[in-house]
């Protein structure tokens, strides 16, 4: 079974073929980055309308690529996300399944992102957890199975990659800010500067980031914004962040019992994020999974394959345009 995936949650459009006896045979990704720059962030109405643009073109070249006039079925980004830019996405799928006849399924965005590393060999074994790290999302999520997913911890305020972005606008660096401020960070000097590990010093796996942000505003405030100076705070940030995130993991490992970790979302190719959680599950004795670098960020072969698998267990659904802003990973079905 050959799988169309279409992923349109933000301000990436991506497309794929996934099949259930090859793999994945075709992959395609179209990037906005240009068009936000200009306005330092991601401006709804004009990612829809790029998508609009984008999308039919990229589908036409993956099934070449693939060699196939249409798939078997259609998979698509129903939500978290943009709604404008999910409504797109959407109709598109819908209309093609109408046309070719073909099943048409909506998938959770978060569950893409949590099954990118069953594309890569090894795969990871049912179960594990899970640490979910983007723009949007920082969650910590028990996976027993496919849709079965107990969420262990979330992000109270705003999401690290979310905080990545903010505190590298605040540092005048160019849009996107998370691999700006990580470059930047390179040329830190580690010892200068102390930044608070948040809600590190009580129980509990849930994350809060927004703190320091203004840590990292009050820091510059205080010691002027000299390219040294910038650096130097970068670097701060960035081990705090990172630190946050190795603590929550290691709690989540040892409360759990489960000694395999998945690592999926933008934020999961940032390489010190990568080294301190090498680290941490050295020590433990665990694994840690990541998808490809290029599959770290938005793309379609991530829901093609969260689409098949869904196909395959007997999922179907009613031709309809559905998108869902917000929805919960704990609402799916489990497999």
Known sequence: MNVLGIETSCDETGVAVYSTESGLVADALHSQVDLHAVYGG???????RDHIRRLLPLVQQVLGEAGIDRPDAIAYTAGPGLVGALMVGSGLANGLGLAWGCPVIPVHHMEGHLLAPML??????????????????????QVDGIGAYRILGDTLDDAAGEAFDKTA??????YPGGPALARLAGQGDASRFQFPRPMTDRP???????????????????????????????????DAVVDTLVIKCRRAVQQTGIG???????VGANQALRAGLRDMAGKLGAEVFYPRLEFCTDNGAMIAYAGACRLQAGQREDLEVQVHPRWSLEALPAL
């Open 42 to 48: 991601v401006v709804p109405e004009i990612a829809s």
């Open 120 to 141: 890569e060999q090894p795969a990871p074994e049912f179960p594990f957890v899970a640490l979910l790290v983007s723009g949007g999302h920082s969650m910590l999520v």
């Open 169 to 174: 606008k605040l540092l005048r660096l160019d």
């Open 204 to 238: 509990g796996l849930d994350f809060s980031f927004s703190g320091l942000k203004t840590f990292a505003l009050t820091t510059c405030q205080a010691h002027g914004d000299d390219l040294q100076t910038r650096a130097d705070i970068a670097r701060a940030f960035q």
């Open 260 to 266: 395999r970790l998945v690592v999926a979302g933008g």
